[in-house]
């Protein structure tokens, strides 16, 4: 099994814009880290600044709704005889995965259910941006949960302490108007709209526009003045007049404005009628996301049954993807899975780990398949 320092790898969680991310065991106190390693090829194509900025930003933080920084340094990567130094980032391990594939999997998320995530995100937020930091590449795929369903902010990749920022960096699709066009930026202001594009896809398992151009077909609505207009095909792709409610739609509104000065502020996110609806409890939360985990495998056993040739597939991305890990699940049957999992290393899973898609189960197996 290959090793990198102090740990052995188990398997790849993902590509990030530096390198590969892979879960690791160390191997004396067997604690499990997300290990972030800058391979030696990478490491001519990567401004080492930037990495280390990262860094340095990751040790002044200590949040509970954000990604915990292990260590970080150069160690001696090892796999079939071989060895390479290369540069790792271990960083406390989100087993609940990505925000991301839980709504692409089970489906949006009520009111209620993304304002208690949305709670969490927005102290997270506010911490950084009282630090001076700004993310700047937020989106639902650097958004994880914990085992208890915690949200934690991850990957600080483009984050930065600078007030002013001309940089144009982030996820085209979800980076705010004032970027796209090059112009000097707020990045804290910048990640407000983030918010925004977090919130409106948490609840309509949909992006929000393509991109927050005035030539785009739904922003520009919002950036005319017209969000009427934006909230009618949204409303009309649901099939669902009541399907947002008007609080909900005057908050997103006020975080997609085209004008960054006329963004709602934290403060006003706070104070607005939506933010202090219903909150349900962390119990409630948990037996949300074990009636999505029965209501899934119950749809996956429907498809094996009318498709068997799939039931391979199937069963091994229902076992292996983080969105099933830990919910529902004892301690007990926890530990018998990650017992299971560590005696696996499957190089091909990243194949079936790893997609995009906003789409209803039936059409994201049709996808997937």
């Known amino acids: 099994m290959p090793t990198c320092g102090n740990y052995k790898l188990k398997r790849k969680l993902g590509e990030g814009g530096f390198g590969s991310v892979y879960l ?26 930037d990495i280390e900025k990262e860094v340095e930003i990751l040790k002044q933080i200590e949040h509970p709704y954000i990604t915990k920084l292990v260590e970080a340094g150069n160690c001696q990567l090892s796999s079939r005889g071989r060895s390479n130094e290369v540069y790792c980032i271990a960083l406390e391990v989100a087993s609940g995965g990505e925000l991301f594939d839980f709504i692409s999997m089970t489906g949006a998320f009520s009111e209620d259910v993304a304002r208690y995530f949305f709670h969490q995100f927005l102290d997270a937020l506010e911490y950084l941006h009282e630090k001076g930091i700004s993310h700047r590449d937020l989106k639902t795929e650097n958004i994880l949960l914990d085992k208890n369903f915690n949200l934690k902010i991850a990957d600080f990749g483009y984050a930065s302490e600078k007030g002013s920022n001309q940089t144009q960096v982030g996820t085209p699709d979800y980076m705010a108007p004032e970027i796209l066009q090059g112009e000097k930026y707020s990045g804290q202001i910048a990640d407000i709209f983030g918010a925004g594009l977090i919130l409106f896809m948490m609840h309509a398992q949909s992006k929000a526009f393509l991109k927050a151009e005035q030539s785009d077909p739904y922003y520009k609505n919002i950036a005319s003045n017209r969000p009427d207009k934006f909230w009618k095909e949204h409303v009309k792709s649901k099939g669902d007049e009541h399907y947002f409610s008007e609080e ?112 209803s189960v039936e059409d994201l197996w049709t996808n997937l398949c």
């Open 24 to 49: 690791a065991k160390h191997i004396d106190t067997s604690k499990k880290v997300a290990l972030k390693i800058i391979k030696p090829e990478m490491m001519e194509h990567v401004n080492m600044d």
């Open 248 to 359: 909900f739609k005057d908050l997103i509104t006020g975080l997609f404005a085209y004008n960054p000065f006329h963004r709602l502020t934290i403060s006003e996110v706070r104070s607005h009628a939506w933010f202090n609806g219903y909150l349900p409890t962390s119990d409630e939360i948990k037996e949300e996301f074990r009636r999505r985990k029965a209501d899934l495998e119950e749809e996956l056993k429907r498809q094996k049954d009318e498709d068997p040739t799939q039931a391979e597939f199937d069963t091994a991305l229902l076992e292996g993807n983080s969105v099933h890990r830990g919910i529902g699940d004892s301690d007990e049957e926890t530990k018998e899975i990650c017992e299971r999992e560590e005696q696996e290393y499957d190089e091909d899973f990243e194949n079936y780990h790893k997609f995009f898609s906003t789409s």
